[in-house]
């Protein structure tokens, strides 16, 4: 019904369509009908309260029709009376948008108070309160706004309400301050954080008979701690009038109503103070006798009956409800009534509508590659990605055509966008695992990805059975598909050699090419290229994340059950020790040439030196001026090659000495190097959104400059600690296992070694893919922007790649490309404002009417025991073991790599990591981060770093610890322990804003 008149519409356009005659006298009188009705009650049409009677004028509307509410007697100034006051007292100009909301209001408000209500309106106002019902009564003078007590939209508290007004004129007081506080400047800010329209707005104004009450209240037809839950309605009660209560100012008895047993489990709080008639109007705060502070406000009749009436209510109006109540001399009066916002209908816990197929939903080890809101092209991208690679890997491994056909929607979701931020569709992922006739998988897949929650027997019940789901092989195509993975496991050294070569020659062709100089179609079929001949030919990494799966998870019970039979944590411990200080893993390369570019800064000569620290803009300039983009052409793989031997030769005596200016050339030199090589990284760099190396190579020079004040640059230093702890983990199991068990746990250490660098090389290779990518869209991007279709180029990462494609080959089903990328945008920068997602979460059914409501998903989260057992010691923390240390230094707390500026020998604390900062770890004394696992990025490279880390920290890591704050942190134990924490400065860390 609130969009009756666009429908209206729709139907005057269908009859011209049908040349059918329009009753355009009918169209015109409802509109002149809507104008004109000034004042409306329970008697006017739906229609008019709708349009012009404001959310509480329409919601008492409603509640009067039902026989079983007891409304106290109202009617309603409609907006028509509004225009009218404006009109009259020429106050249109006054109403426009300002950006000074504070000025605004005050004018506003002053302006209004010195007005006069049109006479005819006063009178009709006057009459109407001289009526039985309203004769000789106070009465409550309420704001009605045309956006208040929606189901969008609730605005509560947010408008002005005078109680206990009577006479003419308190009563014209009142309206003139409701119809003000339309244009105050928390309501003017509520709407802009809202996303709603700032001009032409109107307010109604709800005049009702006050009731004198000795108790009052709100009441949830949905517990608010429990929103997805059904059973029970919830109730809060004061005494005297609800006023105290809606402010919080008040304490208050909270009452839980079965709504099967209509049992009441109730709280009661001590209640000192309550609100209540003033002798001369409005209202007044008095003590509560002191027989009545402990004692319930509500009997247990009462409590039911008003619990029990919500949920009628709910029934009636086909949402959960918001509800208002009050009694007086023992009856029960219904005040307000309001949908609930934060809610879905209550058709949504109906099966027969939204389904109740389960998902398990978990950003375990992904929230490092995609951490926080993302954007839309880059889910896509990601999303497609999964698809095509680990379709085409079960192809090759030799999964039957048919087995995959059948599981392809399976494939096709592996990963979900819950609210802007990816997730793995977990139950997906199983399914997809099943397909690899290797056994039980799932144990083995939590490890890995840092799945804090197992399947547990229970759970897998209830989420349908996946083992008994699984393909059931005939015995030949067992062994085919096992005979398929052995191969690929046997041969995996030569494979990922093949996979590199194909790789490289691609990826340094792409070098070689001007983007943009292409075209949009030029642009888009180098995309399906890219595809085919990067992507497509993926399936090695995946290969090798199964074999590191199954050889890290063998390591880790053998570690187990060996090595620290009964002691979980020295057991992680161990196998961290042993996987550390391989060498050769390609993502530590970026980090240690530049410690080695920092060397050569310190150590040559204190001008440069000087100079480098001092003088940041001048070589931030000089750098820009002379780097070379990636993907802008000119650089064939020979110059490519001649640039990784210079970046990797850097040679302090070799390009010593001279004088100043060939010693600046020389350092600018090694860091345009390293951005040609390394220029695609960022943080968050497989966000494709994200700003690049090369776009603020800002980042490499602070790394550089923290190295060289902090002369944290000695990569021997680090290699050989990391040596130190290899050796002493291996002497450990050469002590404790005799031979013949030794040479099988070397084997299988060997392999788990070999899977896990070949992981981080080919997860480079893949940060180097999606760099290709993040290229060629942004060219698309500049062509769509200056063809007019967008304002900007980085607005193409608001569409999706499928999108793109079928806009440019012509099966686009909107070419409202701009429409789209605000709607996006609108809908991205409010992901930003809300809290995330939990880590583990359930849905049930459709998924997407949860992403709606965010407080559903709150309540599925499946760690909410587990979080809340890690925190019962306030001083203690644990978290999984990465890299061995102990530690005690000072921390610093940050929500964004910008806040970790001057890194000085602390403790690094954060939420998530991802390769992008990398470069601050040899400048802080450890690192402990909230998410994470064993075979996560930060792990590894802390690992080859010999850097003290704990990661998965349970227990509200980013709540307890404080920048400044003192704490030992045990990496080989995974605990940490807060020494002291008078120092804590708060205000150096800023939390994401709760909406």
Not at 278 to 283: H, I, Q
Not at 288 to 309: D, H, I, S, Y
């Amino acid at each position: 019904r609130a969009q009756s008149h666009i429908y209206l519409w729709l139907d005057l356009k269908r009859q011209i369509a049908g040349q059918q005659s329009l009753h355009w006298h009918s169209f015109g009188n409802l509109f002149s009908s809507l104008q004109q009705t000034m004042i409306a009650d329970s008697g006017s049409s739906e229609d008019v309260l709708q349009h012009t009677g404001g959310g509480k004028a329409l919601n008492l509307w409603r509640m009067s029709r039902f026989h079983f509410c007891r409304v106290p007697s109202w009617f309603c100034l409609t907006t028509a009376a509004f225009d009218a006051f404006v009109e009259e007292n020429e106050l249109v100009s006054l109403l426009t948008v300002s950006q000074d909301l504070h000025a605004k209001a005050e004018a506003v408000e002053e302006a209004f108070k010195s007005s006069r209500v049109p006479q005819s309106l006063e009178e009709e106002i006057v009459a109407r309160l001289d009526q039985e019902h309203f004769t000789g009564r106070f009465v409550a003078v309420r704001s009605s706004g045309t956006d208040e007590d929606s189901a969008a939209h609730s605005f509560a508290g947010q408008f002005e309400s005078y109680l206990f007004r009577r006479g003419r004129v308190e009563v014209m007081e009142a309206v003139r301050q409701c119809w003000a506080s339309c244009f105050s400047e928390r309501v003017m800010k509520h709407r802009q954080d809202c996303g709603m329209a700032l001009s032409g707005v109107k307010m109604a104004v709800v005049i009702q008979v006050m009731i004198n009450s000795e108790c009052s209240g709100v009441a949830f037809s949905r517990h608010p701690l429990k929103p997805i839950s059904s059973t029970c309605s919830y109730v809060e009660a004061v005494y005297g009038q609800g006023e105290g209560l809606v402010s919080g100012e008040l304490s208050s008895d909270g009452y839980e109503v079965d709504r099967t047993t209509l049992a009441v489990t109730s709280k009661v709080a001590e209640k000192d103070e309550m609100f209540v008639q003033a002798p001369d109007g409005g209202v007044v705060k008095i003590d509560v006798p002191n027989e009545k502070r402990k004692e319930p406000v509500l009997t247990q009749n009462q409590a039911v009956e008003v619990g029990q009436l919500v949920v009628v209510l709910e029934t009636n109006l086909g949402r959960p409800q918001d509800f208002e109540w009050a009694y007086e001399e023992g009856t029960l009066y219904c005040l307000q009534v309001r949908p609930v916002a934060t809610l879905p209908p209550t058709c949504f816990l109906d099966f027969s509508v939204s389904g109740s197929v389960p998902t398990l939903w978990d950003n375990s080890n992904i929230v490092e590659s995609y951490s926080g809101v993302t954007s839309p092209l880059t889910f896509s991208f990601a999303a497609e990605a999964y698809c095509r690679v680990y379709t085409l890997s079960l192809k090759i491994a030799g999964v039957p055509d048919d087995i995959l056909e059948r599981y392809k929607p399976y494939l096709a979701n592996m990963l979900g966008f819950v609210r802007g931020n990816v997730y793995y569709n977990l139950m997906n992922w199983y399914r997809s695992l099943s397909l690899l006739p290797i056994g039980d998988t799932s144990k083995f897949m939590d490890t890995m990805m840092g799945v804090k929650q197992a399947l547990e027997p229970e759970l897998e019940r209830a989420f349908g059975a996946i083992s008994e789901t699984a393909p059931k092989y005939g015995i030949w195509t067992k062994v085919k598909v096992m005979a398929g993975i052995a191969h690929k496991v046997f041969y995996i050294d030569s494979l990922v050699d093949g996979f590199f070569a194909n790789f490289n020659k691609h990826y340094e062709a792409f070098l070689a090419l001007n983007l943009e100089a292409m075209s949009l179609v030029e642009l888009t079929d180098y995309l399906k290229h890219l595809y085919q001949n990067m992507m497509d030919k993926w399936e090695v990494p995946v290969y090798n994340d199964t074999y590191v799966m199954i050889f890290f998870g063998l390591l880790k019970k053998l570690v187990s059950r060996f090595l620290c039979v009964g002691d979980d944590t020295k057991a992680q411990s161990l196998q961290n020790d042993l996987l550390c200080g391989q060498g050769d893993v390609e993502s530590t390369k970026p980090t240690k040439t530049l410690m080695k570019i920092a060397e050569y800064v310190d150590s040559t000569g204190g001008a440069l030196r000087e100079w480098f620290l001092t003088e940041r803009d001048e070589v931030a300039q000089l750098v820009d001026s002379g780097k070379k983009q990636v993907g802008s052409g000119g650089s064939g793989s020979g110059t490519v090659r001649q640039r990784r031997s210079s970046a990797a030769s850097v040679n302090r005596k070799e390009n010593g000495g001279g004088d100043l200016a060939a010693q600046k050339s020389e350092v600018l030199r090694q860091i345009r190097d390293f951005l040609m090589l390394y220029g695609f990284r960022c943080v968050n760099e497989m966000k494709l959104e994200s700003k690049t190396l090369h776009d603020d190579p800002g980042f490499v020079l602070d790394a550089i400059v923290g190295y060289v004040r902090s002369q944290s640059y000695s990569v021997d230093a680090m290699e050989r600690r990391e040596k130190e702890i290899k050796e002493a983990a291996e002497a450990e199991v050469a002590a404790k296992l005799p031979i013949h068990k030794r040479v099988f746990f070397n084997w299988v250490l060997f392999h788990a070694r070999r899977g896990v660098r070949h992981r981080e090389n080919t997860r480079f290779a893949r940060t180097k893919m999606w760099g290709c990518f993040r290229s060629v869209f942004r060219a698309i991007g500049n062509c769509l922007a200056r063809l007019g279709l967008i304002d900007q180029k980085m607005d193409v990462f608001y569409l999706t790649i499928d999108e793109i494609f079928a806009f440019v080959d012509g099966r686009s089903v909107t070419n409202n490309l701009h429409g789209l990328v605000e709607l996006r945008r609108a809908e991205t920068e409010g992901y930003e404002k809300s809290l995330p997602p939990p880590e583990r979460f359930m849905t049930r059914g459709a998924c997407g009417p949860y992403w709606l409501f965010p407080s559903l998903v709150d309540d599925m989260n499946l760690l909410k025991q587990l979080e809340a057992e890690a925190s019962s010691d306030p001083n203690v923390l644990t978290g999984t073991p990465c890299c061995p240390g102990v530690v005690e230094a000072a921390v610093r707390v940050v929500y964004s790599i910008d806040e970790a500026r001057g890194l000085d020998d602390e403790i690094l604390v954060t939420s998530r990591t991802d390769p992008g900062w990398v470069p601050l770890y040899p400048l802080c004394k450890g690192l402990l981060i909230e998410r994470g696992s064993l075979l996560s990025h930060s792990a590894v490279v802390a690992r080859e770093l010999g850097l003290p880390t704990i990661v998965g920290i349970s227990g509200g890591l980013m709540k307890r610890l404080k920048t400044g704050m003192k704490v030992r942190m045990d990496g080989g134990k995974g605990k940490v322990t807060i020494v002291r924490d008078g120092d804590a400065h708060e205000e150096d860390t800023q939390e994401p804003e709760e909406s």
